[in-house]
């Protein structure tokens, strides 16, 4: 069954604290996204993945990076995490050929 | 660049109306338009969505979408409503040139269908 996974699902954090959210993928699937939402926002890219080591700003990448070194996994990392970054973080993967993006269920992090 | 628009923030109608979600983008190029499903506290779901060819498109749960060039519009249409379509609805773009694959959304609509 495809399906992106996302770990944790939810996420408590101190302001200043080092944040790791994780997504994986079985689909071997190249391009990954990683996006926020927000109340009345949409979401908004943070960064998107093209394959391993192959990663590209979105609208948003301050304050994040990004780390892929195998296909499946894609990272998202918060240094001295802020709290307007307290957010639902989704993560989404999908092939070259223009499939539909596939998400995660998303973390959800609050950063107090 | 590439944005998408969604003017109505709320959406609500009766159960057994016709419903039709508005979404229009601005992109330079050809465009991959797609519209995903948000039930509260979940994730997003595919619905449809729009490559090339045919400018009216079938997808899940009984939607269906045009797209015009003329307007660089995409609306999602269903009828009849029911009250389990009732969620938030998500316009999507995806850039056609130069393997650019980033994928632009709306603010969203949030649908709701009383019974």
């Known amino acids: 069954d495809m399906k992106v996974t996302q770990m944790p699902r939810y996420l408590i954090k101190r302001m200043g604290e080092n944040v790791l959210l994780e997504c994986g993928q079985d689909?071997?699937?190249?391009?990954m996204y990683w996006y926020r939402q927000d109340p009345g926002l949409g979401l908004q890219l943070i960064y998107i993945?093209?394959?391993?080591?192959?990663?590209s700003e979105g609208d948003i990448p301050k304050g994040y990076r990004v780390s892929r070194k195998k296909r499946e996994h894609f990272s998202l990392i918060l240094d001295s995490a802020k709290t307007n970054q307290t957010s639902v973080y989704f993560c989404?993967?999908?092939?070259?050929?223009?499939?539909?993006?596939?998400f995660g269920e998303g973390t959800r992090l609050s950063v107090l | 660049a590439q944005s998408v628009d969604q003017p109505d923030a709320h959406v609500t109608l009766s159960e057994g109306a016709s419903l039709e979600l508005r979404c229009s983008y601005s992109?330079?190029?050809?465009?991959?338009l797609f519209w995903y499903v948000q039930y509260p506290g979940q994730s997003l779901q595919f619905l449809l969505k729009?490559?090339?060819?045919?400018?009216v498109v079938k997808g899940t749960k009984g939607f269906e979408a045009e797209f015009r060039k003329s307007n660089s519009s995409f609306n999602l249409k269903k009828s009849p409503a029911h009250w389990s379509d009732s969620a938030k609805y998500f316009c999507?773009?995806?850039?056609?040139?130069?393997?650019?694959?980033?994928?632009?959304f709306g603010q969203g609509t949030v649908l709701s269908v009383i019974p």
């Open positions: 989404a993967s999908t092939p070259r050929d223009r499939q539909a993006p596939l």
């Open positions: 999507a773009l995806e850039g056609s040139t130069g393997g650019n694959n980033k994928l632009t």
């Open positions: 689909m071997s699937h190249e391009t």
């Open positions: 992109y330079s190029a050809a465009p991959y």
């Open positions: 993945s093209y394959d391993v080591d192959s990663n």
């Open positions: 729009y490559i090339t060819g045919d400018t």
